[in-house]
């Protein structure tokens, strides 16, 4: 399932992941990250944001993106840099992220009303993780990227 | 082996209905928090704690469950306080807006005294 190289020229270590579109096997890629994470120094909140950043990207890419589907994988890829830690998650696009997603801020009070209290995923990423970028990946599907600097720690 | 179950239990004390919730809180536990509310609702809880353990992993479907159990907590005039959340999951909570109504304490002691406190 997983898959690292190392290229010595870029000091840069990379991990590849790829889950079955299945909720639960997020928790795998969770556990993968925070041991790079704190391998790498990063705080115990920090490393709890990751887990927290990295398990909505994935859902919603197991959910949303290849909406379930048996047949498709989501790839989580975890590349180790000297002052940050890059994690991008793609999925294989049965369906783009709905764009009203990435709006600002949901408001609790408004959920109160609202059967759906969801959509909570995307704005916990956009919090917890320093750079965030919403782009097409080179399989076609969404990917997230996201990225922590190990020099902002709380 | 990876959607774990959440294993809910239902106990009382002090006049406090304590709901435990051990694992996972994702979409997964939606029919057990759900229907652990209902039960202690329907037996008159007017103070219930949801007494968190061992929940390293709490999500935005988890969230979500937790905003309906506000939302009817707040329709029928009860008081909701969660205790045993990891400083990560209490942050959470915080920016979320759920801190805003729900009490928050460190471990089900506290709790206790805190909400004997409030009814008298």
Redo the contacts between chains.
């Keep these: 399932m997983a898959n690292v190289s190392h290229d010595a020229d870029h000091e840069e270590r990379v991990v590849e992941l790829h889950l079955p579109s299945?909720?639960?096997?997020e928790?795998?890629a969770?556990d993968a990250a925070a041991s790079i994470a704190r391998r790498m120094g990063f705080s115990t909140?920090r490393i709890?944001?990751l887990?927290?950043a990295l398990?909505?990207a994935i859902?919603n890419a197991i959910e949303h993106g290849n909406a379930h589907d048996a047949g498709t994988r989501v790839l989580v890829i975890l590349t180790v840099r000297p002052s940050e830690l890059v994690v991008s998650v793609a999925d294989q696009g049965c369906k783009p992220i709905d764009q009203s997603q990435l709006a600002p801020a949901p408001?609790?009070?408004d959920?109160?009303a609202r059967a759906?209290?969801?959509?909570?995923?995307i704005w916990?990423i956009r919090?917890l993780m320093d750079k965030v970028e919403f782009t097409t990946a080179p399989t076609g599907g969404n990917q997230v990227r996201m990225v922590i600097y190990l020099e902002k720690q709380p | 082996m990876l959607d774990d179950e959440l294993h809910v239990h239902i106990r009382e004390r002090e006049g406090v209905a304590i709901i435990d919730l051990v694992g996972d809180v994702t979409t997964f536990a939606e029919e057990k928090i759900n229907g652990a509310y209902n039960e202690v609702s329907r037996k008159g809880a007017r103070n219930i704690l949801l007494n968190f353990r061992q929940n390293d992993y709490i999500n935005s479907a988890g969230i979500a469950i937790l905003i309906g159990v506000v939302t009817e907590v707040n329709r029928n005039n009860q008081r909701l306080a969660v205790s045993g959340l990891s400083q990560h999951f209490q942050k959470i909570f915080r920016m979320v807006g759920l801190a805003q109504y729900i009490d928050i304490y460190q471990d089900e002691d506290e709790a206790i005294r805190g909400l004997t406190a409030a009814m008298a």
């Design positions: 299945r909720l639960g096997y928790k795998v969770m909140d709890e944001g887990r927290t398990a909505e859902t408001r609790i009070e959920s109160f759906d209290k969801g959509g909570w995923g916990l919090e």
